[in-house]
C-alpha cells in the first residue's frame, strides 16, 4: 500500500472513532434529558410548617403548608416561604448540574460552579453546600449478590443415572461385514435394549 493510501485509511478511523463518541454522548444527553425532566427537590421550613418543591430550571411544582403555618403573620409566612422556595430552587439547580457531569465527564465542572456561586449569594462556604448536597443524596443501592448457578457441563444431558446407564455397544466384528454394517447392526441391538 502507498504512504497516502495508508494516512488516508487512518484519518478514516480517526472519523469513525468520533462518530462512535458522538453516538455515545447522544445515547448520554437522552438519559441526561429523562432524568433532569424527572428531578425534584424537597425543602421545609426549619419548623415543617411550609414545604417546597422544586424542578429543573428553578421551576416551582408545589408549595404546601400546614395548620401551623396559617398562625403566622402574613410577614412571617411570606418570608417562611420566600426563604424555603429559595433554597428548594437552589438545591434543584445542585441537583441539575450534578446529573450534567455525571453524564458529561465531569467535563464541564457545573456542579463546582453552581456550588462557588451560591455559596457566594448565601453567605455560606461550599463545603456547607456539599455537605447538604451528601446529606439530600439518596443511598445508593447495593450491588446484587452473584447468583450460584449449578454447574451442569459435566453432566448427562438426560439425567439418566449411572445405574440406568446401558453397557457400550460391543466392537464391531472383523468377519461379519464392513464397519457401516457394524453400525447399524449396534444401533438397533441398543434399541432393543
Not at 453397557?167 to 461379519?176: D, I, L, Q, V
Amino acid at each position: 500500500m502507498s504512504v497516502e493510501f495508508e494516512r488516508l485509511v487512518a484519518q478514516f478511523e480517526q472519523f469513525q472513532s468520533k462518530l462512535r463518541n458522538v453516538d455515545d454522548q447522544l445515547a448520554t444527553v437522552g438519559q441526561m434529558q429523562s432524568e433532569l425532566a424527572e428531578l425534584e427537590a424537597h425543602v421545609s421550613s426549619a419548623d415543617r410548617s411550609v414545604t417546597v418543591v422544586a424542578g429543573p430550571g428553578g421551576s416551582v411544582k408545589d408549595i404546601q403548608l400546614t395548620d401551623k403555618a396559617l398562625t403566622r403573620t402574613p410577614q412571617e409566612l411570606s418570608s417562611s416561604i420566600m426563604s424555603t422556595l429559595q433554597e428548594a430552587v437552589a438545591e434543584a439547580a445542585r441537583k441539575q448540574a450534578t446529573i450534567v457531569d455525571d453524564h458529561m465527564g465531569g467535563q464541564l465542572n457545573t456542579t463546582d460552579q453552581v456550588i462557588e456561586t451560591q455559596a457566594q449569594l448565601f453567605g455560606t462556604s461550599p463545603d456547607d453546600l456539599r455537605a447538604r448536597m451528601e446529606e439530600a443524596r439518596p443511598p445508593r443501592p447495593a450491588p446484587p449478590e452473584e447468583e450460584y448457578h449449578e454447574d451442569y457441563s459435566q453432566q448427562d444431558l438426560f439425567g439418566d443415572d449411572e445405574d440406568d446407564r446401558q453397557a457400550p455397544p460391543p466392537p464391531p466384528s472383523s468377519g461379519s461385514g464392513s464397519a457401516g454394517d457394524d453400525f447399524l447392526k449396534n444401533l438397533f441391538d441398543d434399541n432393543d435394549r
